[in-house]
């Protein structure tokens, strides 16, 4: 049996990395044409469709392997992380076709990239498509043309597991106790509240396989988490797992000082290649395990951008000391293709029971203006 040696690939990854994506979170349709072209001689390369606005959607596929694991990213358009990481895959099967590790999982696993479900929305940095729909609650009305693909495809090929790969907000806590920014997030969809199906039993003992793994690599600040299993019935992962098919969420969570989640990105690229080497080797005991999910620790909604402390305050004659909460907000330029982001308030008052990734003690930022919901700092 191959032995995985995750510190290993986890030291080497910018030695294997895609240097040619550069470090933002933007990544558009254009640049996704000329990654393809790079990558056409060692995958299959095939059009599966077109989004409402005719551009095409790629399906990439890779291996010879009898377990096929079908991954699709950036079905939200500004949701980029995963396609970086499916690109920075490629990259590392490109460079290392003799690497047993890589010989191996092209033996076992046929997999199959759909990069960019929805390439409008992706143009556009926007979440939803051409047609404003959130492809991810268009799972029951299939009105969309890009989830209508992405069905088509998964019901032809027939996959063993689905890897549905997203970006979260910066708001998740790892527990309650203390600053521990989720790095990464996993779920295993629901079908209805306290239904386990045995695809169900299988995504989640894959994902309690990989967070075991992957807390080999993690930093001293920073943690795995599990994802809300809240049930959501138009949700595209809790469609799939109701029919059957394993459905793994990989939620790409934020770091300190990452904002464009380079760092990010390379654990999320990680934690891919860890669920294909637990595929290749040990797919008929995942079901077995699947309890241990519960093991892992629930995101807690309690994280902010910034925070000032005991922020001293008049009104009327009176002093109080408050908490206020900024968040960063992202700016996308369509004409100059740039991003930027903006600092606002979103919570004053007892702050105490919230983190921050710039904890910072209060001072006067607001001038002579009572602060209110919805300033921009400056």
């Not at 393809?36 to 291996?63: A, H, M, P, Q």
């Not at 992962?237 to 990010?264: H, M, R, S």
């Not at 982001?341 to 990734?357: E, M, N, P, R, T």
Request: hydrophobic fraction near 40%; include cysteine.
């Amino acid at each position: 049996m191959l032995i995985f040696d995750i510190k290993s690939i986890f030291h080497h990854y910018k030695f294997f990395k895609d240097k040619s994506i550069s470090a933002t979170r933007i990544f558009r349709y254009t640049k996704l044409l000329e990654l393809i072209d790079k990558y056409k001689n060692i995958c299959s390369i095939t059009t599966i469709g077109l989004s409402v606005e005719k551009r095409k959607i790629f399906k990439i596929k890779w291996g010879i392997g009898k377990i096929k694991v079908f991954i699709w990213s950036q079905m939200h358009g500004n949701e980029t992380t995963g396609t970086k990481s499916i690109f920075d895959i490629l990259h590392f099967f490109s460079k290392n076709i003799d690497y047993n590790f890589v010989k191996f999982l092209f033996k076992n696993l046929t997999i199959l990239f759909v990069p960019m479900l929805n390439p409008d929305g992706s143009e556009k940095f926007q979440r939803r498509n051409a047609i404003n729909i959130d492809l991810n609650r268009d799972a029951v009305r299939l009105q969309s043309p890009e989830i209508q693909v992405l069905f088509r495809e998964i019901n032809k090929n027939n996959p063993h597991i689905l890897f549905n790969l997203h970006d979260q907000r910066s708001i998740y806590n790892v527990g309650e106790k203390c600053f521990n920014p989720a790095i990464l997030s996993f779920l295993s969809p629901s079908i209805k509240k306290n239904v386990t199906t045995t695809s169900k039993k299988k995504s989640m003992g894959i994902i309690y396989f990989m967070t075991k793994e992957l807390k080999n690599i993690l930093p001293e600040i920073g943690s795995i988490g599990r994802f809300s299993d809240e049930w959501y019935p138009t949700a595209t992962g809790d469609k799939f797992q109701q029919l059957g098919y394993p459905c793994v969420l990989f939620e790409a969570g934020n770091y300190i000082k990452d904002i464009q989640k380079e760092l990010i990105r390379k654990y999320n690229t990680i934690s891919i290649l860890t669920g294909f080497y637990f595929l290749s080797s040990k797919e008929k005991y995942f079901e077995k395990n699947y309890k241990y999910y519960f093991s892992i620790p629930k995101n807690k909604n309690i994280l902010l951008d910034k925070i000032y402390r005991k922020v001293q305050i008049q009104k009327n004659g009176n002093k109080y000391l408050i908490d206020i909460g900024i968040m960063n907000f992202e700016k996308f330029n369509l004409k100059k293709g740039s991003l930027s982001f903006i600092q606002k308030v979103v919570d004053i008052g007892d702050l105490s029971h919230f983190f921050a990734y710039e904890d910072l003690p209060g001072k006067q930022f607001f001038s002579k203006k009572f602060p209110k919901i919805g300033d921009i700092e400056f």
